[in-house]
């Protein structure tokens, strides 16, 4: 576990002016509600379901069915079957590697640009991750054999889905690069961007155990590093919430660990389909 001290990290404000960040064209929450987008993506709350052409939508509708999920539900957990998958509207889950009853590491972050249980369409074995929702919210939710079905029959969606799951690697690289190679400092803002990117408005529902445990540092370590995050005026932390105030503060702290995974995303999964554009 990896532990500095805020003291020795912190960059001044002239560093982090120069600092060069490679991937991140400044905007505000890539996968919010409230992000700039193409109008016909709106009309979708899930993002990858917005991409779809209309024909694939009209096919997958009969079988989606609209539920919710809790703040710390299980929706998926080693070694029981994965009974369903979610295209998530609002809210936020996270994937987890549980290494031992003490340690759980945070592999990948799901929220309206993406879907959970998309190992089902390669693999029917039991989860090999915990999917575990890190605020309430609502998603989409579609059974094991009308997805595969669906699969099976749509080449477009086979296509999309199979992108998005190429899309989960580069994430899940991007946070095992931040953790092994970034500090305390990169990787708690790394995770507040990552969580700001997938909720509406600017207050993060968390506890400081909860983010030491996402990002495997002690309690104590990401408390004094939000003090110094506080500082510096980009966010507000109380008691079980942290507010962000200024996000471009945020994204110069995390580097070059936030950005890649993001716009990755609209590299691989946001041309839209040819019904979407021809209506623009």
């Avoid at 090999?128 to 989409?140: C, N, S, Y």
Wanted: some cysteine; proline content about 4%; hydrophobic content about 45%.
């Amino acid at each position: 576990m990896q532990e500095q001290t805020a003291s020795h990290v912190l960059l001044s404000a002239e560093q982090r002016e120069t600092r060069c960040i490679l991937y991140v064209s400044v905007r505000k929450n890539f996968f919010s509600r409230n992000a700039l987008y193409p109008v016909i993506m709106l009309l979708y709350r899930n993002r990858l379901l917005s991409v779809l052409s209309s024909d694939v939508r009209r096919s997958l509708q009969p079988f989606l069915k609209r539920r919710s999920f809790h703040r710390g539900e299980k929706i998926e957990q080693p070694p029981h079957m994965i009974h369903s998958a979610l295209f998530v509207e609002e809210g936020v889950i996270s994937v987890i590697f549980p290494l031992s009853p003490a340690v759980n590491v945070e592999v990948g972050m799901i929220g309206r640009e993406g879907m959970t249980g998309i190992s089902l369409l390669t693999d029917a074995s039991p989860a090999r991750f915990v999917a575990e929702a890190r605020t309430d919210g609502w998603a989409l939710e579609i059974l094991p054999d009308a997805l595969k079905a669906l699969v099976r029959q749509d080449e477009e969606l086979a296509f999309r889905l199979a992108r998005y799951d190429a899309w989960r690697n580069v994430q899940s690289a991007m946070i095992a690069a931040s953790g092994r190679a970034g500090n305390i400092e990169q990787n708690l803002a790394r995770e507040l961007l990552m969580l700001h990117d997938r909720i509406d408005g600017d207050r993060i529902v968390a506890t400081h155990d909860e983010l030491g445990s996402y990002i495997n540092v002690r309690r104590a370590s990401v408390t004094e590093w939000l003090h110094v995050f506080e500082g510096e005026h980009w966010i507000r932390s109380k008691r079980g919430y942290v507010e962000i105030v200024d996000r471009p503060g945020l994204e110069a702290a995390a580097g070059d660990f936030y950005g890649a995974a993001e716009n990755a995303w609209f590299d691989m999964l946001a041309k839209l389909p040819p019904d979407a554009m021809a209506a623009q």
